[in-house]
């Protein structure tokens, strides 16, 4: 959170939605799973009514995740095309402290069951572009690195699921730190089966993996 401009200190309430995978905890009426469980069933008017009530909630995001959720910080994660399910247990995470960051907690608390759900939904469904355009020299290393270390539970296209978040195209510099994080150990990133992948890695490969994921489609 270092170097944030303090007039988007506010924003920062979602800052870290995409940082940590978490086995999803058990559903409860404040959570928004059953709303959002319900609305991945319903009408396309109903859905759409839920993007326009999420795009509204999600306002003051875009002062560090962008328009089109693509993070204006490089430290911080884009949320577009993350799964709508990962997203609700992140901001439940934060809400009970599983993860600390005063921030997030506070929107975990201050947010309704409905404005959960739709903020999830609408960050789901919007486009998710690469962070970088061009593949850069290592990539295709990084790609096999990928394959061999992460594919289990991110997936083979790194799209991610309910409980492990989407990295394709993720800010390079995001990446970056988290994968460090790890496997230095420390306070913001404690998931053991993460830090074990990343030490499989082994930190000389991360530029490799962090090439070939931040220009994935």
């Known amino acids: 959170m270092m170097g944030i401009k303090p007039k988007a200190a506010a924003t920062l309430l979602v800052a870290a ?3 940590l995978a978490l086995p999803a905890a058990a559903a409860t009426p404040a959570d928004g799973r059953d709303i959002l469980a319900r609305l991945q069933k319903g009408t396309p008017v109903e859905q759409k009514a839920a993007i326009d009530a999420g795009r509204k909630v999600a306002q003051f995001c875009a002062n560090c995740h962008g328009e089109q959720a693509g993070a ?3 430290e911080l994660p884009n949320l577009a095309g993350q799964h709508p399910l990962y997203l ?3 901001i439940e995470v934060f809400r009970t402290g599983r993860r600390l960051e005063p921030f997030m907690q ?3 608390k201050a947010l309704s069951a409905e404005e959960k759900a739709s903020v999830a939904y609408y960050y789901a469904n919007l486009p998710a ?3 970088v355009a061009t593949p850069g020299p290592r990539s295709a290393e990084g790609g096999q690195l990928f394959a061999r270390n992460c594919v289990r539970c991110h997936g083979p296209e790194a799209r991610g699921g309910e409980n492990f978040p989407r990295l394709a195209g993720q800010q ?3 990446l970056r730190q988290t994968l460090k994080r790890y496997l230095k150990g420390g ?3 404690i998931y053991p089966p993460m830090t074990a992948a990343v030490m499989a890695l082994g ?3 991360i530029e490799a993996v962090v090439a070939s994921l931040s220009s994935l489609k």
Request: proline content about 12%; some cysteine.
């Open 17 to 19: 939605l995409c940082g």
């Open 72 to 74: 204006r910080y490089a």
């Open 88 to 90: 609700l247990n992140q």
């Open 106 to 108: 506070g929107l975990g």
């Open 129 to 131: 572009t690469p962070s």
């Open 172 to 174: 390079p510099e995001y």
């Open 187 to 189: 306070p913001e990133r």
């Open 203 to 205: 930190e000389q490969n």
